[in-house]
């Protein structure tokens, strides 16, 4: 298994653009590598990006069966746009069973929620590749501060953050540039996007955190599809592939 030096790859990265971090990635990794999306506010970016270097990247797509129309609407309005390859991820128990066993989970446990609904078929679709691109970026919440262009995760996967340094205003201006569309809830205040109950996802007020609107007032931030891969603590400079 190939080894990295991550220290010396993110000193490297934090001067390069985004679009060289992914053509490193699709080197690296394909075609082992897939990108995932929520198909959220701001995800046409990332996915434009990546499929103008790569068009046949996977992308993976967890469709908790709780996502807002308007979310999967835009899903299909970029998939045709972009000519997408879709990988769509699921949870073992369809949506209408969950509900009719657990009732609204999201309001009394969300945790406990998101763990069947997300992080479960998502962990699951992952076991599939070597690489994993997102779109994440460290101002968008706490738990995102510290995180790396390329990380190391227990030693089985590579997770590849190519907009970390990117801003709204960046996100918006490319956005204009290639004409690409916007997720129609966005102009209603929802400017991080993800399932639909109130207490997962809620408009903001002008002055508020973007992400202030996810799980308000449960004092959750993440899903935990970002965090619940613990990074290697003891080598973090190097891993096998
Ligand atoms: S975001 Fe809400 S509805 Fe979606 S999986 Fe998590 S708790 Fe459940």
């Given at each position: 298994m190939k080894t990295y030096d991550y220290e010396k790859l993110n000193r490297e990265f934090e001067t390069k653009p985004a679009e060289d971090i992914i053509r490193w990635a699709v080197k690296e990794f394909s075609p082992d590598l897939a990108m995932s999306t929520s198909f959220g506010a701001e995800?046409?970016?990332?996915?434009h990006l990546a499929t103008q270097i790569h068009p046949?990247?996977?992308v993976l797509f967890t469709n908790t069966g709780?996502?807002?129309?308007?979310?999967?609407?835009?899903?299909?309005?970029?998939?045709?746009?972009?000519?997408?390859?879709?990988?769509?991820?699921k949870p073992e128990i369809p949506?209408?069973?969950?509900?009719?066993?657990?009732?609204?989970?999201?309001e009394r446990d969300p945790d406990a929620c998101c763990a069947v609904n997300k992080i479960a078929p998502f962990e699951k679709g992952?076991?599939?590749?070597?690489?994993?691109?997102?779109?994440?970026?460290?101002?968008q919440a706490d738990t995102r501060k510290s995180s790396q262009f390329v990380e190391n995760y227990r030693n089985e996967l590579v997770k590849v953050n190519p907009l970390l340094t990117w801003t709204s205003r960046m996100f918006w201006d490319y956005a204009k540039k290639y004409?690409?569309?916007y997720h129609p809830l966005w102009e209603k205040g929802y400017l991080s996007i993800g399932c639909s109950p109130?207490?997962?996802?809620?408009?903001?007020?002008?002055?508020?955190?973007?992400?202030?609107?996810r799980w308000s007032g449960t004092g959750k931030v993440e899903c935990g599809i970002h965090t619940f891969l613990k990074m290697e603590e003891n080598n973090p400079s190097s891993a096998p592939k």
């Open positions: 995800s046409a970016v990332l996915l046949s990247l996977t709780f996502h807002f129309k308007e979310t999967l609407e835009h899903r299909d309005n970029l998939v045709k746009r972009l000519k997408l390859n879709v990988r769509e991820l949506n209408a069973e969950f509900l009719a066993k657990n009732g609204r989970l999201y992952l076991k599939n590749y070597k690489a994993w691109i997102t779109g994440i970026r460290r101002n004409d690409l569309p109130e207490n997962c996802t809620r408009p903001v007020k002008l002055g508020e955190d973007p992400r202030a609107g």
